[in-house]
């Protein structure tokens, strides 16, 4: 009985193993033994963890990492023992400890994508590991072009959402990618809310000024020569920003109006300030004194496939801003005639479906169209 009662006293003791010492780890410092130091530098009682203890612990991480990529080991074993560790106080405050980490989670996804032939598991996992990463700019953008890399059709903007908030964005926002990614989920969440205002409070939350001030001409660029989502979402982003000067206001918004804009509030917005031209001919004169010089010229609007909505815009904007119009009409009759030379090809791309229209609504004559061949009619 002696015995047995001896036996369960320390059986406890048995069970959860021997307690490291201080010294223990000491020594195992000084042996460079990292792996059975991390096995027990939590052994030490918190009220015992002085700054001797930190700094053992600090370099034996370091050192695990080290190790580990200098021999080109990667597996996701030690990739968990790496994010376990990692949330100890002492090194989830070690910048240069976490800078290896990733820079150890980094080569494992890079291993993946060379030794596995399914790029989209690679992709899964990136994201997972992306997850335990430390969400700095420099950081996602590491992750993220590796995927793109190796997977061009995967959606960025969960590594890209870090990037354009930072108040580093003006250096990112520079790079093609970026803006890629960037402008994929604008047009994303201008179809999903469906609502300027909201999208307007989306932008402001989600981009830092800098990264907009990096690439306003990109934008302004983008509202001249994108599709209509691009044209909707670029004004917004420019005037959210205060990116547009009122002269520029006059101008985007016409040439929104003659692009075939979508039903919505923008469109009102264009139609609106059309009016206001009509009665002020200084400010419609700069307005055209931009828009004549343009090649090709702003025509959609004159092609839609909606009659009833061709035959609308075109009886306004003959109302509002007959300037264009004329121009337009002479500028179709001297390339259909060869009466002057275009070195980009028709500036007017949608001159035969016009020509039709304006006929019908009486806002040019037969007489006009025998300027033009019988066999280009």
């Known amino acids: 009985m002696k015995w047995i009662s001896l036996i369960l006293l320390f059986l406890p003791l048995f069970a959860n193993g021997q307690k490291y010492s201080l010294e223990d780890l000491i020594i195992l410092e000084n042996e ?26 600090s370099k034996m991480a370091e050192k695990y990492i080290t190790y580990h990529i200098n021999k080109n080991i990667y597996n996701s074993k030690i990739l968990n023992r790496l994010n376990k560790i990692s949330q100890w106080p002492v090194l989830r405050a070690d910048v240069f400890f976490q800078t290896k ?115 306003t001409s990109w934008f302004k660029n983008l509202f001249l020569k994108g599709n209509s989502t691009e044209k909707h979402v670029s004004f917004l982003v420019l005037k959210e920003f205060s990116k547009i000067s009122n002269k520029e206001l006059n101008f985007m918004l016409t040439h929104y109006l003659l692009s075939n804009p979508p039903k919505g509030d923008l469109l009102n917005q264009a139609w609106n300030k059309l009016t206001d031209l009509k009665d002020n001919y200084k400010t419609r004169n700069e307005v055209f004194n931009i828009i004549k010089h343009m090649d090709p010229l702003p025509d959609l609007s004159f092609a839609s496939n909606n009659r009833d909505k061709r035959e609308t815009l075109l009886k306004y904007v003959n109302k509002v801003f007959p300037e264009y119009i004329n121009h337009y009409t002479h500028t179709c009759k ?44």
Request: glycine content about 2%; charged content about 30%.
């Open 101 to 215: 980490k990733t820079e150890y989670t980094l080569g494992l996804l890079q291993q993946c994508y060379v030794k596995i032939k399914d790029t989209n598991e690679c992709t899964k996992q990136a994201k997972k590991y992306w997850k335990d990463a430390i969400k700095s700019p420099e950081i996602a953008e590491s992750f993220a072009s590796i995927i793109n890399k190796n997977n061009q059709n995967t959606d960025l903007w969960d590594f890209y959402k870090y990037i354009v908030k930072s108040n580093v964005a003006k250096f990112y926002c520079s790079k093609e990618i970026t803006k890629t990614v960037l402008l994929k989920n604008l047009k994303s969440q201008l179809i999903k809310l469906s609502d300027d205002i909201k999208f307007r409070n989306y932008i402001s939350e989600n981009i830092h000024k800098n990264c907009i001030d990096e690439s």
């Open 32 to 57: 460079n033994n990292f792996v059975e130091f991390l096995d027990h530098a939590l052994d030490i009682r918190p009220s015992q963890r002085d700054e001797k203890w930190k700094a053992m612990t």
């Open 334 to 377: 001297n390339f259909v005639t060869g009466k002057k030379k275009f070195p980009n090809g028709n500036p007017t791309i949608n001159c035969r479906i016009f020509l039709k229209s304006a006929l019908e609504l009486k806002i040019i004559d037969q007489e006009f169209l025998l300027m033009f061949p019988k066999e280009y009619l």
